[in-house]
């Protein structure tokens, strides 16, 4: 039962990050903090209850975290990629586990890449648009038009992360149930 509820916690954040990110392009350091440690409520009640994971599931796990943490960092560095999601992908990495991470990593690339492509083409549409009413630009100061344009390359890969997340939750309800 509290599993469940625990599973039910990740499935809520996850939801919660794609909500946020299609919002306002933010994947908050509360929201990554928060699906880590729930993940380690998570392994501490299957220890309660008696089903715990092996040693090695678990140092594994927190390899890949790892590793793929630190590959995106260097994307990060180069712009490729936001903080948020830098932060987010482990964290949902040690949930996925080596069970779950290729599936969990193919379905946020895809998912993220759709969400991706129809962002590029509702703006290219939306600029397109508007540039058959240049009028309602002139009102624009520096500061405004040079906000819009930095906020014109964000993409929010939040989504695709978050129904690569919401995936593995429902593999481990299915494993755990």
């Known amino acids: 039962m509290i ?11 996850m939801i919660w990050a794609a909500v946020s990110d299609f919002k306002s392009f933010i994947l908050s350091n509360r929201l990554c903090l928060s699906v880590a440690g729930l993940y380690l409520i998570f392994i501490s009640v299957l220890f309660m209850i008696g089903t715990p994971p092996s040693w090695s599931y678990l140092g594994y796990s927190f390899a890949i975290a790892i590793i793929v943490f630190l590959i995106l960092l260097l994307l990060f560095a180069y712009g490729f990629i936001g903080g948020g999601d830098v932060k987010l992908i482990p ?11 290729i599936e969990f990593i193919l379905i946020t690339t895809l998912c993220g890449g ?17 540039s058959q009413k240049s ?20 993409i929010p890969y939040g989504i695709g992360i978050s129904v690569g997340g919401l995936y593995v939750a429902f593999q481990l309800y299915q494993a755990l149930n």
């Open 114 to 130: 759709i969400v991706a492509i129809l962002t590029i083409c509702c703006r290219y549409l939306k600029s397109y648009l508007s």
């Open 3 to 13: 599993i469940n509820f625990i599973l039910f916690l990740f499935a809520a954040a």
């Open 91 to 101: 964290a949902v990495l040690l949930w996925a586990g080596p069970a779950y991470a």
């Open 135 to 154: 009028s309602e630009n002139i009102n624009l100061s520096m500061s405004e038009s040079s906000e819009l344009v930095n906020k014109e390359n964000n």
